[in-house]
């Protein structure tokens, strides 16, 4: 069958092709579904292909690994809650890193002990030749170094997200003791692409990798999860083309690359809706707990929610912010059940998205389409920010940190230079919140003690459903 190397490339560009398209359709939420069911496709005609491969050992092993692995997806993507969406997808993201590395661990250990000689350039042989690439190694090194800080780190923020970890562990000389952590790896990884291959070596190289993955992520607050969730998706997606290349797999080349670049995108477009840069959000302080104490002037003042129903039924325009503590109580449904009222009765409602809302990337978008929020009704922060002085009244559920106005006003706050919603401006400003704590950053908020701002206390489902009960008393 001569044929059969042809149609396998036909099916990896097949592959390639529909993993581009989905990927382009999830940069919309009206066909953000379809995309993934095209990528999803793609992934299938990939592995497929990859099972016909000539030289293709142990299938058995491999569809009984496939089989295990959908089925535990499966179960665990029907089964979590919304509210635990962040830190599967850190589960799942460091999963992928794993498997690369773990390919790259494959590949290095199979020269373990053998005397190999290396070909110079760029030359790749088949796995496990005794005359490797000098190339070959390399990039299989460098695909298991950042697969294995992939892996590390992301089960960490899994950790973090999950609530099992404190948001932040830190000592003194901890950047020191990582950079050398991370010097040790290096070395030991460039003694091992210059042909040293002992399985000492290889095994001490592994377990620094891992080790600065958990080094590098302990001392990351949690509010800063969203930007290393995406700092670690390009990671993984990194070291899978490397070790694309390895294997000369062309699916692993190009869904690797795409995924990185689209990763190290949007990281960057987080740091910078931060107004961070990414360095400091990897040996900054910004998530620390208490890390901004200052007192602020005035009190919080308390409204009930049959005022605030009347408040917003009888306004022209009505912004709603949403935040971690609306999916947190798994509000979103309550929420827009009473938007509905208000455009009901004439009024116009809006939803404003803070980029970094929430635990990762589009996690408000997310819980705002599962409630059937029409996506005409969503608005980004840059398109929103002008409306807030003609905005009757603003409701934020669960938001903290994305509206505070010393972002704008205090030099000395960690969050200073952060573009934010600018809900202050608005001339009445309602906060449903469960207490008078600070936001997940540990920063005082000072919209809480404005003189529009009236704090609705509560759990947000219980908020949301008196806001809809008040307001249909009012229709009776």
């Known amino acids: 069958m001569a044929w059969l190397p042809d149609v396998i490339k036909a099916c990896y560009f097949l592959a390639a092709l529909l993993f581009i398209l989905g990927l382009k359709r999830m940069s919309s939420p009206r066909s953000a579904r379809g995309g993934i069911v095209w990528a999803g496709v793609g992934m299938l005609v990939a592995v497929l292909a990859t099972l016909a491969l000539p030289d293709m050992h142990n299938r058995g092993l491999i569809l009984a690994a496939v089989l295990i692995g959908v089925a535990a997806a499966w179960w665990s993507g029907r089964r979590v809650a919304m509210t635990a969406m962040p830190q599967m997808v850190a589960l799942y993201n460091g999963m992928g890193g794993g498997a690369a590395a773990a390919i790259g661990a494959a590949e290095?250990?199979?020269?373990a002990g053998k005397s190999v000689t290396l070909l110079d350039g760029g030359q790749f042989t088949a796995s496990g030749a005794d005359t490797p690439g000098t190339a070959q190694l390399a990039l299989a090194v460098l695909g298991a170094l950042i697969g294995s800080v992939s892996f590390s780190g992301s089960l960490i923020a899994f950790a973090k997200l999950q609530g099992w970890l404190d948001r932040r562990f830190v000592f003194p000389g901890q950047r020191v003791v990582n950079l050398l952590v991370l010097a040790g790896a290096v070395?030991?990884?460039?003694?091992?692409?210059?042909?040293?291959?002992?399985?000492?070596?290889?095994?001490?190289?592994?377990?620094?990798?891992?080790l600065f993955g958990l080094m590098m992520t302990l001392p990351i607050g949690g509010a800063d999860m969203?930007?290393?969730?995406s700092l670690y998706n390009a990671f993984t997606g990194l070291a899978v083309a490397f070790e694309g290349f390895v294997l000369?797999?062309?699916a692993m080349i190009i869904a690797g690359t795409v995924v990185g670049a689209a990763g190290t995108l949007l990281t960057q477009l987080m740091a910078k809706a931060m107004n961070r840069s990414i360095g400091n959000v990897l040996f900054g302080s910004f998530g620390a707990a208490g890390a901004a104490g200052q007192a602020i002037a005035g009190a919080q003042k308390p409204i009930e929610a049959s005022d605030a129903a009347?408040?917003?039924?009888?306004a022209e325009r009505v912004v709603i912010v949403p935040g971690y503590g609306m999916a947190v109580a798994q509000a979103q449904h309550k929420v827009w059940e009473f938007a509905k009222l208000l455009i009901e009765r004439g009024v116009k409602v809006k939803f404003a998205i803070h980029p970094v809302a929430g635990r990762m990337p589009g996690h408000m978008n997310v819980l705002l389409a599962e409630a059937g929020v029409p996506?005409?009704?969503?608005?980004?922060?840059?398109d929103i920010n002008p409306e807030f002085p003609t905005t009757d009244v603003v409701l934020v559920i669960g938001a903290n940190d994305v509206v505070n106005p010393l972002a704008k006003t205090d030099p000395a706050?960690?969050?200073y230079g952060m573009p934010i919603l600018?809900?202050?401006?608005?001339?009445?400003?309602?906060?449903?919140?469960?207490g008078k704590g600070t936001g997940f950053a540990g920063i005082e908020n000072a919209l809480f003690y404005a003189d529009n701002a009236r704090m609705l206390y509560g759990d947000g489902q219980a908020a949301a459903s008196q806001l809809v009960a008040e307001l249909k008393t009012l229709d009776a």
Request: glycine share 4%; hydrophobic share 60%.
């Open 108 to 111: 290095l250990f199979s020269y």
């Open 187 to 210: 070395v030991l990884g460039a003694m091992i692409a210059s042909g040293q291959l002992t399985m000492p070596l290889i095994v001490a190289f592994f377990v620094l990798a891992l």
């Open 226 to 229: 969203p930007v290393v969730i």
């Open 248 to 250: 000369q797999n062309e």
């Open 310 to 314: 009347v408040m917003m039924a009888y």
């Open 375 to 382: 996506y005409d009704l969503i608005a980004d922060m840059d």
């Open 413 to 415: 706050s960690p969050i």
């Open 422 to 434: 600018d809900v202050a401006a608005a001339k009445q400003v309602i906060v449903v919140k469960r």
